[in-house]
């Protein structure tokens, strides 16, 4: 479990803003709700929030927004440690990352400001009309085979909304492809 929640915290900071200008979103925000471990992570234009039980050890009184900078003294650790058991413990005002059998240890250090509700954003159920099941790694096949440059970010993805099992137009740098969506249950 530990190492799933510091690779969930390492995969959520791919989607954190990048800009000076919005440091407040440019970490990974750890808070609970409803009891357990609430991880979440935007740049504006996407977010992510997944769940954790509470790692032994780790009692966060509120949000706590990860500071890149700090995560990056954790890498080394999470490399060395690979199925070797991690700990947490939060410690003035700083979350503490060992690996005993590897007596090492660095700090994950907090980014001041407060975190945008993401609960004002995020869609009711009863607002979507369909849900389509894709597959993120074909998903992400698709437009790596798409783009022309490494450069091109942008994927264009035109549904049909009104026909859940209509096919999925995909195109990147103006080439185009298709994913045949599978309708999973309500």
Known sequence: MSRDFLTAIIDMQKIAASDKYRHFISGVCLDVKEGMLRIRSTNGHVM?????????????????????????????????????????????????????????????????????????????????????????????????????????KLAIIDMDTSNPLAPIRVTVSGNAGVIMPMRIAK
Request: with cysteine.
């Open 48 to 152: 992510a929030e997944r769940f954790f039980t509470m790692p032994d050890g780790l009692d966060i009184p509120g949000a706590f927004i990860v500071d890149p900078a700090s995560l990056k003294f954790v890498m080394p650790i999470y490399r060395a440690s690979k199925n070797l058991p991690l700990r947490f413990i939060f410690n003035d005002d700083r979350i503490v990352v060992s690996c005993p059998s590897l007596k090492q240890s660095a700090m994950l250090t907090p980014i001041e400001g407060t975190y945008p509700d993401t609960e004002k954003v995020k869609p009711k159920e009863s607002d979507m009309k369909h849900r389509i099941a894709l597959n993120a790694d074909l998903l992400a096949s698709l437009c790596d085979a798409l783009r022309v440059s490494p450069h091109d």
